[in-house]
C-alpha cells in the first residue's frame, strides 16, 4: 500500500489540495468563514455528523461487515491496549518525569476531538511543546498564518521542546492514547482524530470519516505521515473506510512498528 492509492470514484473530485466546503448543514447552524488563502467556506457544527447512525450508506456500510468484524476489532483493541499500558508503564513514568523536569509544566495535554458518529471526547497525548504554546500561536501572526497554510502542521515549530521532538519522531507522545482506546473512544486503527476546526477541511468526506473511531495507527501514518499531502491524507483516511476488514487492520498495526522506528514524516 503506497501513499497514492486511491479511493472509490464516488469520492473522486471531492479531495482538493485547497479547503473543500463542509458538507451542508440545516441554514440555521451554519456560518460563514474565510480560510488563510481566502477560500470561503461553509462550517458546520460537529453534532450534525451524529446524524450519520441513521444514513443508509453508512447502515449498508455496517452490514456489509458484520457484527463479528466489530466484535473482533473491539477484542483486539482492548487487549493491545491493555497490554501496551502494562509493558510500557516504567517507560511512562520515564517520559513524564523528563517532561515534568525540562519544565515543570503540565505532563499530559487534552484536546477536544471528533469521535465516531460526531461524538466529542477528550483525547491524550504527552506534552511536547512548551507551556502557553496555543497562546504564543495566536499572538505570533507570522506563525499563525503559516500553521494555517501548512494545514495545522508546522515542519520547524518552534513550540516544541528539545524533549517533545524526539517524543514525536517516535510517536512516544500518543502513548497516553491506549488509554482512549480502553475506554472505547479510539481504536488501534482508524482515520486520525481530528479537532473541530480542523474537520471543516474534509468537505463531504467528514461525514465518511464518522463511521469509525479514530486510530491511533492507520493508512496514513504507515504510508510516509506528515509528508504526504492534506489531500493525500484525506484520501487514505477515506479509503480506510472503506476497505476496513480485520485483515487490513492486522497488516497496518504489522507495518506501524517500522514506520514509528524510522521515525520519517513525524515532526
Known amino acids: 500500500m503506497k501513499a497514492t492509492t486511491r479511493v472509490s470514484a464516488r469520492w473522486e473530485g471531492r479531495l482538493i489540495e485547497q479547503a473543500p466546503p463542509f458538507a451542508p448543514a440545516p441554514p440555521s447552524d451554519a456560518t460563514d468563514a474565510t480560510d488563510a488563502s481566502g477560500v470561503a467556506l461553509t462550517t458546520a457544527p460537529p453534532r450534525a455528523l451524529a446524524l450519520v447512525a441513521r444514513a443508509p450508506a453508512y447502515l449498508a456500510w455496517r452490514r456489509d461487515r458484520g457484527s463479528v468484524y466489530f466484535a473482533?476489532?473491539?477484542?483486539?483493541?482492548?487487549?493491545?491496549?491493555?497490554?501496551?499500558?502494562?509493558?510500557?508503564?516504567?517507560?511512562?513514568?520515564?517520559?513524564?518525569?523528563?517532561?515534568?523536569?525540562?519544565?515543570?509544566?503540565?505532563?499530559?495535554?487534552?484536546?477536544?476531538?471528533?469521535?465516531?458518529?460526531?461524538?466529542?471526547?477528550?483525547?491524550?497525548?504527552?506534552?511536547?511543546?512548551?507551556?502557553?504554546?496555543?497562546?504564543?500561536?495566536?499572538?505570533?501572526?507570522?506563525?499563525?498564518?503559516?500553521?494555517k497554510r501548512q494545514h495545522f502542521k508546522l515542519r520547524r515549530d518552534p513550540r516544541v521542546t528539545r524533549l517533545g521532538r524526539i517524543l514525536r519522531k517516535y510517536s512516544l507522545d500518543e502513548l497516553p492514547q491506549f488509554v482512549n482506546i480502553l475506554l472505547g473512544q479510539m481504536s488501534l486503527i482508524g482515520p486520525r482524530a481530528v479537532p473541530p476546526a480542523e474537520i471543516e477541511q474534509f468537505g463531504e468526506t467528514a461525514t465518511m470519516r464518522a463511521w469509525v473511531k479514530p486510530g491511533l495507527s492507520g493508512l496514513w501514518q504507515v504510508s510516509g505521515r506528515s509528508d504526504t499531502t492534506y489531500a493525500e491524507r484525506i484520501r487514505l483516511d477515506c479509503e480506510y473506510v472503506e476497505r476496513c476488514s480485520l485483515s487490513l487492520d492486522l497488516r497496518i498495526l504489522l507495518r506501524t512498528l517500522p514506520a514509528v522506528a524510522r521515525g520519517v514524516g513525524a515532526y
Open 72 to 147: 473482533l476489532k473491539r477484542a483486539l483493541d482492548l487487549s493491545v491496549a491493555a497490554l501496551a499500558l502494562i509493558v510500557s508503564a516504567p517507560l511512562l513514568l520515564v517520559i513524564a518525569a523528563l517532561i515534568w523536569l525540562e519544565d515543570g509544566g503540565p505532563v499530559i495535554y487534552s484536546r477536544q476531538v471528533i469521535g465516531q458518529q460526531g461524538r466529542m471526547f477528550t483525547m491524550f497525548k504527552f506534552r511536547t511543546m512548551c507551556q502557553r504554546a496555543e497562546d504564543l500561536l495566536q499572538q505570533d501572526e507570522a506563525l499563525l498564518a503559516e500553521y
